[in-house]
C-alpha cells in the first residue's frame, strides 16, 4: 500500500519556466511533509517542508502547498533552472502522533530536467 | 561542520554472504534512521534509534537483517545471508529531533549489489 505517491515519473521544462511537482497521499495522521531533491550517486539533501497547520511555505525559488482535503500538495520552482535537475522525493510523517519516531514515508521520485 | 557519512560507498557481495554497512551520523543528531531504495523506487523506512530507546524495527524486512548503534553516534546494519533482492542503495540519516518535526539528514549511501 503506497501511502505516498508522486505520480509522475519524469518531468520535462525548460529553463526560466515554472516547474510543478505533485504529490498525493492517503494516510490522514500524516502531519508533516517534506521535499528531497537528489542528485545521481548522492543522499537525498532537504529542500523545503510544511507543517499541516499551514497551506503554504515558500523559500526562495520554492514553494510548498498544501492541500488537506485533496491529501495533495505541490513543488513549485520559479524560474526553473538548469542546476534544478534532480530526482525529486516528496516525503511524509506523523510527526506529532503519540509514540511516532518521525520516520518519514517516501514517494518514488520525480526526475525533472530543465533544459536551457 | 560535517554531514552524515557512510562507508563503504559502494559493496558487491556473492549471494549468501554477511554484509555489515555504516553510518557515522551527525555530531550532536540524537536520532539515526536507516532507509533503502531499490532501483526506481522511492526510499523505504527500516530502522530508528534515538538514544537509550528500543529501536522501531518496523521496516525491517526479515530476520536477516539487523542493526546497532553506540550510545548516539556509530551504527552499523549488518545483512546476513544476502540474496539478490538486497541489491539496493542503504542510506543512513540522522536528526536532531527524535519525535515530530525533525528534519532529516542523509549521508551518500551504501550501493550493495548481490550477484
Known amino acids: 500500500d503506497q501511502q505516498v505517491k508522486q505520480n509522475s515519473p519524469s518531468l520535462s521544462v525548460q529553463e526560466g519556466r515554472i516547474s510543478i511537482l505533485n504529490c498525493d497521499y492517503t494516510n490522514s495522521m500524516f502531519d508533516y511533509f517534506l521535499w528531497y531533491k537528489k542528485y545521481p550517486a548522492e543522499g537525498p539533501t532537504f529542500l523545503i517542508s510544511?507543517?499541516?497547520?499551514?497551506d503554504k511555505n515558500e523559500d526562495g525559488r520554492f514553494t510548498v502547498f498544501l492541500n488537506k482535503s485533496a491529501k495533495h500538495l505541490s513543488l513549485h520552482i520559479v524560474p526553473s533552472q538548469p542546476g534544478d535537475s534532480a530526482v525529486y522525493f516528496c516525503?511524509?510523517?506523523?510527526?506529532?502522533?503519540?509514540?511516532?519516531?518521525?520516520?518519514?514515508?517516501f514517494g518514488q521520485g520525480t526526475t525533472l530536467q530543465v533544459k536551457p | 561542520g560535517a554531514g552524515v557519512s557512510q562507508s563503504p560507498s559502494n559493496k558487491v557481495t556473492e549471494k549468501g554472504k554477511d554484509v555489515e554497512l555504516r553510518c557515522d551520523p551527525i555530531?550532536?543528531?540524537?536520532?539515526l534512521y536507516w532507509y533503502r531504495q531499490r532501483l526506481g523506487q522511492g526510499l523505504e523506512f527500516l530502522i530508528y534509534f534515538q538514544g537509550n530507546s528500543a529501536p522501531d524495527k518496523s521496516g525491517l524486512p526479515s530476520d536477516r537483517f539487523s542493526a546497532e548503534r553506540t550510545g548516539e553516534s556509530v551504527s552499523t546494519l549488518t545483512i546476513q545471508r544476502t540474496q539478490q533482492e538486497d541489491s539496493a542503495v542503504y542510506l543512513c540519516a540522522s536528526s536532531l529531533l527524535s519525535l515530530g518535526v525533525g528534519t532529516q539528514y542523509f549521508g551518500p549511501g551504501t550501493r550493495l549489489l548481490v550477484l
Open positions: 555530531s550532536g543528531h540524537t536520532a
Open positions: 516525503a511524509a510523517s506523523a510527526g506529532s502522533s503519540s509514540g511516532n519516531t518521525g520516520k518519514l514515508i
Open positions: 510544511i507543517s499541516s497547520i499551514k
